[in-house]
T-cell receptor, first 112, second 115 residues
Framework: GIQVEQSPPDLILQEGANSTLRCNFSDSVNNLQWFHQNPWGQLINLFYIPSGTKQNGRLSATTVATERYSLLYISSSQTTDSGVYFCAVPNILTGGGNKLTFGTGTQLKVEL | DSGVTQTPKHLITATGQRVTLRCSPRSGDLSVYWYQQSLDQGLQFLIQYYNGEERAKGNILERFSAQQFPDLHSELNLSSLELGDSALYFC??????????????FGSGTRLTVV
């Protein structure tokens, strides 16, 4: 099945700093999602981005499907940005089913 | 609110017991997925239902079972619980991304603690 890797695995930022998280996937995909899992465990959908660039406030994401990677940009980071960031791609399974395959995650901590 | 409703939010139970987790998908979504996230682990796919029928199975133990009802809500049944079953259990829904490009929407999860 498709492999999804994220880097860096851990990141510590000072509040106000910018960062870029990367997601590499091993096969062509027709969509990709970014999620933020907050310290309380909630999984929040950030972007659905099969290709191109999208922006939502201080966050933006770019997917280059032909080169099999996606980037998540966080600008002017805040302590509330702390948590784990996952990218995920769909996997079509035999029998017509499907699932999301999640990346390894980036653990982000934003300090004052 | 994502539109996917999971109950209960927290559950504490003893080893050997059986519990049922419930999920109501987002309005209009026909597919329901269950995922397990153990401590310091990634999200593991358990099972998918589409319009009442099982569509795909992942790493689901034989002690676990699920079903999707005619009103499209789903239940995940966990039996003979072990300490290692303690985890966050997420439900997700989608229209049906098998053929078209729609995203998956996740509920807020059920945190199960087995003591």
């Amino acid at each position: 099945g498709i492999q999804v890797e994220q880097s860096p695995p851990d990141l510590i930022l000072q509040e106000g700093a910018n960062s870029t998280l990367r997601c590499n996937f091993s096969d062509s995909v027709n969509n990709l999602q970014w999620f933020h899992q907050n310290p309380w465990g909630q999984l929040i959908n950030l972007f659905y981005i099969p290709s191109g660039t999208k922006q939502n406030g201080r966050l933006s994401a770019t997917t280059v499907a032909t080169e099999r990677y996606s980037l998540l940009y966080i600008s002017s980071s805040q302590t509330t940005d702390s948590g784990v960031y996952f990218c995920a791609v769909p996997n079509i399974l035999t029998g017509g089913g499907n699932k999301l395959t999640f990346g390894t995650g980036t653990q982000l901590k934003v300090e004052l | 609110d994502s539109g996917v409703t999971q109950t209960p939010k927290h559950l504490i139970t003893a080893t050997g017991q059986r519990v049922t987790l419930r999920c109501s998908p987002r309005s209009g979504d026909l597919s329901v997925y269950w995922y397990q996230q153990s401590l310091d682990q990634g999200l593991q796919f358990l099972i998918q239902y589409y319009n009442g029928e099982e569509r795909a199975k992942g790493n689901i133990l034989e002690r676990f079972s699920a079903q999707q009802f005619p009103d499209l809500h789903s239940e995940l049944n966990l039996s003979s619980l072990e300490l290692g079953d303690s985890a966050l259990y997420f439900c997700a829904s989608s229209v049906d991304p098998g053929q078209v490009n729609y995203g998956y929407t996740f509920g807020s999860g059920t945190r199960l603690t087995v003591v």
